[in-house]
């Protein structure tokens, strides 16, 4: 049986070992690495699967924020990695993550994003298209970047997204 718990509950190092396996130990050259650098996960949206004393899954969200043409900074929550032991992918443990941080963000009334595949995460309400023109400080397709707004019209076409170091700021969680 899965039970979702604090990242707390197992060694950052048990965490790291589950990343490695699930994304390759190159992973911390991708672009999320980037925007989120410097960053540390929110508490009240991250957490790890466990199965027993086994670590099957985790799942971290970061604060970010967008800085808009304009100069204005709008925070947002960046949701991923989601990841799943090899041995336990495609048995829903990640669906059941990504539902459970669906419906805390939906409580909390914030926006998300995330850099992943369009057709696993709509479902869940991020969008493809909305946040296509957005920079990155890296490659990305931007078809990959999806954005899940709690008020779709405050999220402007184009800005730069990039580590929201100041958790405790306007829309954050603590």
């Known amino acids: 049986m899965t039970v979702l718990h604090p990242l707390s509950a197992v060694s950052p190092d048990a965490i790291e070992t589950l990343l490695d396996l699930a994304f390759g130990t190159d992973r911390h050259g991708r672009t999320a690495y980037a925007v989120r650098a410097g960053a540390r996960p929110i508490d009240s949206l991250s957490f790890v699967a466990m199965d027993g004393d086994a670590l099957i899954g985790s799942l971290h969200s970061w604060p970010v924020t967008l800085r808009t043409t304009d100069g204005n900074t709008l925070p947002l929550v960046m949701v991923g990695p989601v990841a799943v032991h090899p041995d336990r992918q495609g048995q829903g443990v990640g669906k059941h993550m990504t539902r459970v941080v669906a419906q ?3 409580i909390e009334r914030l926006s998300a994003m995330m850099i992943g595949d369009p057709d696993y ?10 946040a296509t023109q957005w920079t990155l400080p890296g490659p990305v397709e931007p078809h990959r970047i999806l954005l899940r707004a709690a008020t779709p ?5 184009e800005g730069t997204l990039g580590p929201g170091l100041l958790r405790s700021g306007p829309g954050m969680p603590n």
């Not at 995460?121 to 493809?128: A, C, K, L, M, P």
């Not at 019209?153 to 076409?157: D, G, I, K, Q, R």
């Open 153 to 157: 019209s405050e999220w402007p076409a």
């Open 121 to 130: 995460y709509e479902s869940f309400g991020f969008r493809s298209g909305p």
């Open 104 to 106: 805390k963000l939906d």
